[in-house]
């Protein structure tokens, strides 16, 4: 079935630090993929999507480019900000057409002033 | 309503009660869905609601869980008899009409079984 791998956090960065959380996927036919973003005591935001490979998604400085050949999603900053701290999500669409969302496990990121 | 809007936002409730979580998604909004947020366990999909109808309902973890969606628009979700592993986050997401494909949520209802 489809699924999504993320890195295991917690990632901790300094303030103006590169940042890279890796997502690779397993799916059949042709998913959109996500990035969600969960700041401390809110809810999950959708920070940008792809829906075809080659696509690239992009938000508030944050990058994310589909990669068929590896099924991969991975999520770039190239300086982070304290405010950037938050729990991210990796997630794909489902096959068929409910259009749900399979996310992976969360990866958390501090970063420190 | 402008975004997904969910209630109560906090519930503790004593094991073995039942529990309601309602849900109100964007108008306009067709399709529907119910996640749970537990510690150590992600984002778990439990329901899918297109219109009133619910065509998948493969995440629900047992027959305690149910929910329902009337005229289209507000959902239930109802957990019997709750036990204390049912404590987590419960998530609305919608999605539909002009906003496409995108899915957005709610800020969710905190469940406490005690």
């Known amino acids: 079935g489809n699924s999504v791998t993320q890195m295991e956090g917690p990632v901790t960065l300094s303030e103006e630090a590169f940042l890279t959380i890796n997502c690779t996927y397993t799916?059949?036919?042709?998913?959109?993929l996500f990035w969600y973003v969960q700041y401390p005591g809110e809810g999950l935001q959708l920070l940008l999507k792809a829906t075809k490979a080659d696509d690239k998604g992009s938000n508030k400085g944050f990058e994310a480019t589909y990669r068929k050949e590896t099924t991969s999603f991975h999520l770039e900053k190239g300086s982070v900000q304290v405010s950037d701290s938050a729990v991210y999500f990796c997630a794909l669409s489902g096959s068929g057409n409910t259009g749900k969302l399979i996310f992976g496990q969360g990866t958390t990121l501090q970063v420190k002033p | 309503g402008a975004g997904v809007s969910q209630s109560p936002s906090n519930k503790v409730t004593e094991k073995g009660k039942d529990v309601e979580l309602r849900c109100d998604p964007i108008s306009g909004h067709t399709a529907l869905y119910w996640y749970r947020q537990s510690l150590g366990q992600g984002l778990e999909f439990l329901i899918y609601f297109q219109g009133n109808s619910a065509p998948d309902k493969s995440g629900l973890p047992s027959d305690r869980f149910s929910a329902e969606r009337t005229g289209g628009s507000v959902s239930t979700l109802t957990i019997q008899r709750t036990q204390q592993e049912d404590s987590a986050v419960y998530l609305c997401a919608s999605s539909g009409g002009i906003s496409g494909n995108t899915i957005y949520f709610g800020e969710g209802s905190w469940l406490t079984v005690v």
């Open positions: 799916a059949t036919g042709y998913p959109s």
